[in-house]
């Protein structure tokens, strides 16, 4: 009797102040975001962990979150600008990598950060339950603060080349988000897709590799021939990027259509990628 | 009382993948897909396997139809061999894992032990740790907090609470990793083994710890391989083997079964023997003085007169053995047994009334044992032969020959008086009672 009616109400409910958890396969917990709610705690633990961690035992330490940006930006600015002499629309050309950069950087270091995330923390989910969620998601987070730091970069540039920022500005915590919510998307499937195929480990390394040349990181967009544009913009980092250059350096044209395509991509791997990883999420604890 | 845990008819089926264990390559699953539609076989060692075998997984059912239940407040233990289970129920009841089929449902908030300092990491000291692992635990930070120092001085590690967890010894490393998890304040607690930590003088501390956790009526799930641990702590036993609930019953009598199965399975004869038969020079610590006599046989015999090495405690049963006199002799034989408990203790001789003949000829030895003698449990008998006038008084000994098991059928015994449980002892003698008015 009672196990019917807690399978009718679809999950947890109340009886006599506790909660009754009924565990059957393929019911998906009805209150899974509370659950999530519930273990916010540990999504930051795991991810001022992995801050923690990952710079001890280095002589420099947290430095090395602005030296590497730093030198990849200068090789990029010696190669493409120098060597290469790519055009730069008038502006530093160091500028132009940096802005570039910085959110490729974010973006690739929270796609593969959270594609590696379940497998490198299988000890954890094949002893303790969580919201498996948790451990994507503390890596994005991880990210989140890598970005910020960068960030402070970007200030010292933009004040060293007196590129002072105009009302576009204010749309950089939107392309924030929105690379945020991409590499995020794209990484719940490539995470839920490693537990099971260990290809994507291979995988993700190679085409974040491809994408810094395929994506406008150390050049500036209009280097592409316009027929050539539709299936460049395909890439949604294009979009992206481009809309980071235009809101901090306040560039007058901007491919609006890539834009627009970069937020509807993001938001279709977001939507079908939370999908897909709940629904084989159940899974995780078996095969990982 | 309510109830805490309802387990009905749980199953758990893995399949298990022949070609690759655990971790598959999409090279496996396309070629797979690959190879089935197109037809032709390719000659790689993975077809091989597939073209050998009807399919290349195979289903194992790790639970099946499992059920039970656990009242509030009430501590169980889950007992059985490897492979019987054990954790795969753990990990379904802490939701680490999914079922198969049927259902359980859990009233109260759970907190399981599959495992001490899950998620410690090396580079952190054990201040971090602490408040890392309590955070994977479902431990709110404040109650972190406010449980600290009594986890910290618990552990005994206050000295290097600030020195990376790496550069502790491997018995610092478990005392701060299970005093974290010793501090937990669920409804449930789910244990999986981890109270073997430690130095002994640490283990007795976590012993008390996790009676002082165990009780205030909370409920206890704890999976162990000793007894010991589990009779302390758990009133009833769930015996699990292969995935089947064998039985739930009171700690003592599913110990006790457990025990014995696992006896039976590791010693490579059979405890049940109900005959045996002396083969000269093969069976092993047979002695005799095969000037005067030798033993050639002996069995079991129940009311029936089957032989059988299952007896029913409400009936007599017959232990026969036959033997032959080489000649004449001059002095008293006695034929006597002696009765062994399962552990190898003697449980007591028995002589006849009158010796033996001393005649050259072929006789049978037999001793009734009255019903109501043996309580239910499993005996050996050694049937032996003796002169007490020669220096070495055996005749012949056939040490461990018979070996049988008593069984109580149900309302066999008219002395129960509506008492369902066990009646330990060796023994369960119908003496003569009187109870009068004083």
């Known amino acids: ?288 | 009382m309510s109830i805490a845990i309802d387990v009905e008819n749980l199953s758990k089926r893995y399949v298990i993948s022949h070609l690759n264990k655990g971790a598959r390559s999409i090279r496996e699953v396309v070629g797979g897909y690959f190879s089935k539609f197109s037809g032709t076989e390719s000659h790689t060692p993975i077809d091989d396997a597939e073209s050998s075998g009807s399919s290349t997984t195979e289903e194992f059912w790790a639970l099946r139809d499992v059920s039970f239940q656990v009242a509030e407040g009430e501590r169980i233990a889950v007992i059985g061999g490897n492979g019987a289970g054990k954790s795969t129920l753990l990990k379904i009841l802490s939701r680490i894992t999914e079922p198969t089929a049927g259902q359980v449902s859990i009233r109260g908030k759970v907190a399981s032990l599959l495992e001490v300092g899950t998620g410690f990491h090396p580079e952190l000291s054990g201040r971090e740790n602490i408040y890392l692992n309590g955070a994977i635990l479902g431990m709110p930070r404040r109650e972190i907090q406010r449980k600290f120092d009594q986890i910290v001085s618990f552990s005994g590690v206050e000295k290097f609470i600030d020195t990376p967890v790496k550069f502790y010894s491997s018995g610092m490393y478990v005392r701060l990793a299970f005093s974290v998890s010793a501090w937990l304040d669920p409804d449930i607690l789910i244990v999986d083994e981890v109270l073997s930590v430690g130095d002994q003088a640490f283990q007795k501390k976590c012993a008390e710890r996790m009676k002082e956790l165990t009780g205030d009526g909370r409920t206890v799930i704890f999976v162990s391989h000793s007894m010991a641990a589990v009779k302390s702590m758990c009133e009833r036993a769930l015996y699990l083997k292969n995935g089947r609930v064998i039985s739930f019953s009171p700690v003592e009598a599913a110990a006790t079964e457990y025990i014995r199965t696992v006896m039976m399975e590791t010693e490579q004869r059979q405890w049940h023997c109900e005959r045996f038969e002396v083969v000269q020079g093969v069976s092993e610590d047979y002695q005799e003085n095969s000037e005067y006599c030798t033993c050639t046989e002996g069995w079991i015999e129940n009311e029936s007169a089957n032989q059988t090495s299952l007896l029913r405690m409400d009936q007599n049963f017959k232990i026969r053995v036959s033997y032959e006199l080489k000649k004449d002799l001059d002095m008293e034989v006695v034929p006597n047994f002696h009765f062994y408990t399962e552990d190898g203790a003697r449980f007591f001789i028995s002589f006849p009334e009158h010796p033996a003949p001393q005649l050259k000829g072929k006789y049978i030895a037999a001793c009734e044992v009255p019903a109501f003698l043996m309580n239910v449990g499993r005996f050996s008998v050694m049937p032996v032969l003796s002169s007490y006038k020669l220096s070495n008084t055996v005749l012949f000994a056939v040490p461990n020959a018979l070996r049988f098991e008593v069984v109580e059928m149900p309302n066999s015994d008219s002395r129960r008086h509506g008492w369902s449980g066990d009646i330990p002892g060796l023994a369960r003698p119908r003496l003569d009672w009187a109870i009068t008015s004083a």
Not at chain 1, 23 to 50: C, P, S
Not at chain 1, 190 to 208: G, I, N, Q, S
Not at chain 1, 228 to 254: K, Q
Not at chain 1, 262 to 279: E, I, N, P, W, Y
């Open chain 1, 1 to 288: 009797m009672l196990d019917t009616a807690s399978q009718f109400l679809g999950g947890v409910f109340s009886v006599a102040e506790l909660d009754v958890l009924v565990l059957t396969n393929g019911v998906t917990i009805k209150n899974y975001w509370r659950d999530i709610w519930r273990h916010r705690e540990m999504l930051f633990f795991l991810a001022w962990r992995d801050i923690l961690v990952r710079y001890k035992q280095t002589v420099v330490g947290a430095s090395w979150v602005l030296i590497r940006p730093l030198l990849t930006m200068l090789v990029f600015t010696v190669v493409f600008g120098r060597i290469a002499n790519l055009p730069s629309n008038n502006m530093p050309y160091s500028l132009l990598v940096f802005t570039g950069l910085l959110p490729w950087g974010f973006f690739s270091s929270a796609l593969s950060d959270c594609s590696n995330s379940l497998v490198s923390n299988a000890h954890l989910l094949s002893k303790v339950y969580f919201p498996r969620l948790i451990v994507p998601a503390s890596t994005l987070l991880v990210g989140l603060v890598d970005f910020a730091i960068s960030c402070s970069l970007l200030v010292v540039l933009i004040f060293w080349y007196g590129y002072f920022p105009t009302w576009k500005i204010l749309l950089f915590p939107v392309f924030t988000v929105l690379t945020a919510v991409c590499a995020f998307g794209l990484g719940l499937w490539a995470a839920a897709l490693t537990v099971r195929y260990r290809d994507f480990r291979h995988l993700v390394p190679f085409f974040l590799q491809l994408g810094v040349y395929a994506s406008p990181v150390g050049y500036a967009t209009n280097l592409i021939p316009e027929k050539w544009r539709v299936i460049y913009y395909l890439n949604p980092m294009v979009g992206i990027i481009d809309g980071f250059r235009w809101s901090i350096l306040g560039e007058e044209n901007i491919y609006w259509t890539g834009v627009l395509f970069a937020v509807c991509f993001s938001a279709l791997v977001l939507v079908t990628g939370l999908r897909f990883f709940r629904k084989s999420e159940a899974t995780f604890a078996d095969v990982i």
